[in-house]
Every structure is written in C-alpha cells, then in structure tokens.
C-alpha cells in the first residue's frame, strides 16, 4: 500500500485555535481509495519547522499531502519551504496567473500585487488549479517522494483532492486498482448491534467492511477493490440487497443525504404538509428541518410548547389530561399531534414530550424519557422512548433524530 | 520558551474518523500558560511508528504531550512503544492499581484481568491519577526531555492537564511566572475592527493581546505574565475597564458564558418571560435557548412561523401587512413580535423574519435580509440587517446571534 503522510501548516492548527479536520478529511478519503495514512505532522507559518516536516514526512511515507500556506501575505511560507527543502527556484506559472486573474474578475475585486506571489510555483511543479480560490495548488517529486501542496480552506482543499490529486496519486499505485465506497446510514442500532448482525453476511473478495460512529448515527463504509469501475460497483451490488434484508430499517439512506433531507424529500414526494410540536427538544427539530433549503415546500410551521400553557393554549391539549398523565405521557403526545394537526391544517404532525434534564426526573419518569406521537390521515401513532445516557444534550439530539426516524417510517409504509 | 510537541495515538485519529480535538486543546490551554507548541504529531496504534514519533518529539521539543493508547486492550501500545523506546521494563505500579480497583467498585462493574496492564508503568515514571478514568498517566524524562502520557478521553486528559501536568510542566519554565488570562466574548465587530480600535490601548509589561474568531462571535484574549497571581491579575483589571469603555456594548460576556446563557441569566434576574416567533431561523433560536439546563424558568414557547398562513393564525398578523410590505419587512417583523405577545401573555418577545437563502432574494431584498424586532413593556424596537455571506447555514446563525444580542442589549438597559 501507498503510504501516506499529511502536513498541516498554519498558526490557527499548531496554536489549536481549530481542530485538523483538514488531516482527518484527507485520511478518511484515502483509506476509502486503498491508500495508507501514516503520520499526520502540524507545523505553524515557519520556514525552518516547514522545512523540516517536509523532510519528516519524506522519511515516513510514499506521498506527502500538505495543506495551508499558499495565501498571499507574509505569514504564507509554504513555497518558500518547498524551494528550500528542493533545492529550486521559483518561477511564474502564467496559467496559475491567468486563473488567478480570471477568478479577481468574477468576484469584482482588484487583484492586489501581492497575490501574484500565489502563481510563483518550485521550478517543474505540476499546476492544481483552484477553480473557486485564488490559492493554486502544486504537485511534485523530490528525492523519490511525491508531495502535494493544497490551500488549507477546506471546500477547496477537498474539491481539488477529489478532481486533481486523486488521479495524480492513483499513478503511485502499483497495481492499477479502482475503488468504490457505499455508505450505510443507519439510526437505531448499536456499532456493536450491526457488527454481529452484519458480519454474518459474507463478503466478496476485494471488498471491506467499516464502521463510523457519528454520534448519533452509525455509518456502514463498504469499500470495493477490483481492476475496473464495473466489476468493484458490481461487488457493491452483490452485498448491498443482503445488508439491506437484515438491517433495511435501519438504514435510512445510501446516497450520502442526511435524515431530514430524507424525510424532507418523502413529504415532498408525497405532497405532504408537515407541523412539529416540540417540548424537550425546543425547536430542535424544526431548525433541522429547515436547515435545508426548499423546506419551505413542506414544513408549514413548529411550535415550542415548552410550557403546559402552551401546550394548552396553541395545541388544545387537555388540561385535565396534563394533571392525570403528566406532560410528559403518551396520553399528552398524542394530544398534541392530534391538535396541532387539526389547528395547523396540515397533513401530518411529529410530536415530542421528555425529559431532557438534569432536573425534572423520576423513579417512574428517569431523564431520558421521551414519548413520539405522529397524527396523519391514517390515525395516530405513539412510542416511548427510554435514552440511557441521562446528559441533556445526548438527550434532545437522540429524541430528535428518533422522532425523524419514526416520521421517516411512517411516509415510506 | 519552554517549546511542546504534542503527540496523539490511535487509528481513529490517523484514520479521521475523528479530528484531532485533543491536541488543539493543549495546544490552546499551554499557549495560554506561556509555553509555546512547535509540533503535533498523530500516528496509529501500531508501535514502531509510536516509538519513532516519540524520537521525533524528542528532537523538537523540550516537552512531550502524548495522548492516547493506555486502554486495556491489544491495541493500546503506547506502554510499551515509550519501554522500548526509553529502554525501561513496565512495573506494577500499586496506587493506579488501587485507583482502577476504586473506579470500578464506583461504577459497580468487575475489573477485567485486562485492565491490570493498564497499572503498569515505565519504571521511574511519576503516575497522574486519573480520577474520572481507569486509564492512569504518567510523566518521566528520558534523555533530558520531559515526556506527559495521558488518556484519549477528552475529559480525562482535560481534567488531568488542568490539575496534574500543568504543576509538573511548569517547573521547566526557567522563570518562576503565572499566567492568568480572561476572555471577551464579542459579537457584531469583526477581528479586524476590534483589531484596529483595542490596539490604541496600552498594556502593561507582560500583557498580551489575541483574537480568536468562534464564528460568528470573536473572542478577545489578554494573557498577563507576572511572578504572582496577584500582580497578573491586577494587570489583566487594568487593562479590562479600558476594553469596556471602547468596546464594552459588543462585548457580552468576560467570564465565559454563552451568549444564551446571559440572555438567559438577564430574563431571570428581571423575572421576564420569554416567547420567540421564528420565521427564517426556523426553531434555531428557540433551540440555543433551551440548550441550557433550567430555561424553562423564563421561556415559555416558541413559534416557528415558516408559513404566512402560520403568521396570520398563531401570531395574528394581518394578512394586508404581508401583502403590502412581503413577509420579510420591518412591519411584520414587529407585528409578529406584538402578535406573540398578546396571544401568549409573556413580558418580551423576540421576532426574527429574513430571507435565509438560497433561493428567494430579490434586487430589493437580497438573500442575507434579516428583520429582528423585539416586543415589551416599553413598546416596540427593530432592526434591518443585511447579511454579507449569503450561505443560508451562516445567515440563520449570524440571525440567531444577531437577535439574541439585540435582546441583550435591550435587557441590560
């Protein structure tokens, strides 16, 4: 396997002002294409320590995937390293500029003396180009290793990775092997739960099974290796339909889209209205809804009925039905779908009541409860939820993502 | 300066699956110390490339900060990378054993025999209790450098910074100084505005001054370098009552709360209820609010009036005002705000209606548009804004801030 070393310069990462997420990107890409992470080296904007990681990394792997140090003013020292640590000149690269120049104009602004410095490239440097930043990019070798050098701006740095240095790097490998991914989002089972159902399916040669735990999802990363496009896409396809018969519930998409964009597109295929009625998750789930653009075709409104007046007054919650149940009850969610449903004149209602904590908890109602109620055309539907981990914030996010996974059920029946 | 290379283990950080949190945490709490971080190092749990990293440590820095890899389990090699590396054997060491015993009576769970490799330590090294953990640190030198080994835990290795490495690490320092610092929390001033007006202010000897942008608040950082904690001290009070007569509206905290916590803390305090009427924060600024433990002590429900239709029924806008002005106008803005607080009775109201994009802007009323008003007691105020970045996900959070400040502000009168 290639190995891989990844530089991050920048006072902002060494001084810890931001976490590397470039590194972790860059690593995670290249795993999912066959390659090998070894060493991540953070540096601050200093010739001699930039200087010196090149060298580092050299030592330590095949290809060197740098980020950051490209800008304009004096702090951006990455070429400068690179001229010293190679022993080369650098020279006006007249396509770095014209893009350069290209990209002032669409923006409308004047292009500063300074950014010309950001189209000196290393003598026989091979051009990145920056289609959205005026920071170009640059590959080449020195002393048998391949180094990369990216603007560290994140959307950038990984739009070139993916159109620039990925065909780039493949070249490295000796074996001229393509790589495909899938990636499993699931909701409702534990790593450990899917691990032993999954690992019961078997896999095809070349392909390999992962898992990602991003709170509170969990990702299921099949990669495929094969000698062509076809036949490790195809290797996917012989897995997938298998994955999907023991844990397709679970799995609420395969395309990359997140929950809400998942309930969002079914409400809108279904020409569904929606409402939500939010206790313990305060608006929660309403801001993830409308997070994406075009919610508007189907999130008609939500309502934050954190006190009993409010679940009263906006939603015509009993009162007598609070006073017997409590606020926090299936009786209580069920009322509140069902009134929103009626007041809002929409089609179909989420609504959610818990106790989120720290405080508000009992024998009989721990922190971590929460009850779900969707109201729809076909009736009413309820579940109670008991979250294990009693930390308020775990327990709004896992009520919210409980309460789309159920909604997202319900549009797909 | 006493110079830090951190180092972190674990093919979760190699792999990205997640970004390297801890080491721009110490990085950020040692630069405020007066220690200066000159490298971060990250490679798997694999133990010749431990045992090269910590060579490579040593090379660069007078001190080492590793994190990572002292678990129980085969993966977790760091142990014996520094034995090997240091050319020491691994010795019981009785007091972590005692602890771990202690934690896992606490937490009511049988100690595996695996966790017993977790109490053995490089012979000669000084333990650091690990009082939230089982995972025990140490500290020893080998060959003059000053190395820290901690838990990955985030809180863990936090906590045992804070109160068992920073006393070690600061007997390097040749100088016997303190530090002590406070932070400015500001919102609505960019770095480089707050940069040209705080410059004109003089700092004693030993103070300086850093920015730190947390989108989309700057914070201002003043770090005071004195033999005693007294003397830092009364250095960091003269230079704060010089802040506040520049800066002192924008500045909305000095000891370190959220900018919804003070909200929060300013409705307590003046026995205030609050309601939110949300049209393109869509539930955002209700969910900041009730982010926090004990909101429901003053926010009493929130709308999330995303539809016009929804404006006119729960909020009793007249449709005639949506009509002649556009749902996004100063004159809904305040009729939405009026509306929420005659029908849900609360002193303050909080009104947010703009244009969050991508779509929907116009040459009048572009993308970033944003009207915010606020209802009480003493009548009605509002304001326009217009956004500059027109990215939906950063308008609704500049929005959200933007309201919640102008709700500060109002309070604080």
New interface residues.
């Given amino acids: 396997m290639v190995k891989i070393a990844i530089l ?1 310069t920048g006072d902002e ?9 470039n ?7 290249l ?1 999912g294409q066959g390659f090998q ?8 904007d200093d010739l001699e ?1 930039i200087v ?2 090149l060298e ?1 990394a050299r030592q ?1 792997a095949d290809a060197v995937l740098a980020t950051g140090g490209l800008g304009p003013t004096e702090d951006d020292l990455t070429t400068a390293a690179v001229c010293r640590f190679a022993g080369l000149g650098a020279v006006l690269n007249k396509r770095a500029l014209s893009m350069m120049q290209e990209r002032f104009r669409l923006i409308g602004r004047e292009m500063s003396p300074s950014n010309r410095k950001q189209a000196l490239l290393p003598e026989g440097a091979g051009l990145l180009e920056n289609p959205i930043g005026t920071a170009a990019g640059y590959h080449l070798q020195v002393r048998g290793v391949y180094y990369f050098f990216m603007p560290g701006v994140p959307r950038e740095m990984t739009l070139m990775m993916e159109q620039q240095v990925l065909p780039v790097l493949s070249l490295l490998r000796r074996e001229r092997m393509v790589f495909r991914q899938r990636v499993f989002r699931t909701f409702g089972l534990t790593e450990s739960g899917l691990g032993e159902i999954l690992s019961a399916v078997p896999l095809p040669e070349g392909v390999k099974l992962g898992y ?1 735990a991003v709170f509170p999802e969990i990702q299921v990363k099949l990669v495929a290796r094969a000698v062509s496009a076809e036949l490790a896409e195809q290797a996917l396809e012989q897995v997938a339909p298998r994955f999907r018969e023991k844990v397709g519930p679970f799995i609420y998409s395969e395309d990359g889209r997140s929950l809400p964009a998942v309930v969002g597109d079914l409400l809108r295929a279904r020409k569904r209205k929606l409402a ?1 009625a ?1 206790s313990c ?7 993830m ?3 994406l ?4 075709d189907y ?9 009993n ?2 679940k009263i ?2 939603l015509g919650v009993a009162p007598e039905l609070i006073e017997r149940h409590g606020a926090v009850s299936s009786e209580v969610a069920r009322a509140m779908a069902e009134g929103a449903r009626v ?3 929409v089609d179909v209602v989420l609504a959610v009541t818990g106790i989120a ?3 508000g908890g009992s024998p009989e109602k721990p922190v971590g409860t929460v009850h779900i109620a969707i109201a729809d055309a076909d009736g009413t539907v309820e579940q109670k939820f008991l979250f294990p981990r009693p930390e ?2 775990l327990v ?1 996010e896992l009520a919210a993502y409980a309460a789309l996974d159920l909604l997202r059920r319900r549009l797909e029946q």
Same sequence: chains 1, 2.
């Fill in positions: 991050s990462v060494l001084s810890g002002q931001i976490a590397d997420t590194a972790a990107w860059i690593a995670d890409f795993l992470p070894v060493l991540h080296l953070a540096v601050g320590r010196a990681a580092l330590n990602r939500v939010e998750t305060g608006g929660l789930i309403a801001k809804i409308t997070d653009p075009g919610s508007s999130f008609e409104r939500g309502h934050v009925t954190y006190s007046a409010a007054e906006l007041k809002a004149g904590g720290p405080a308020r914030e709004r």
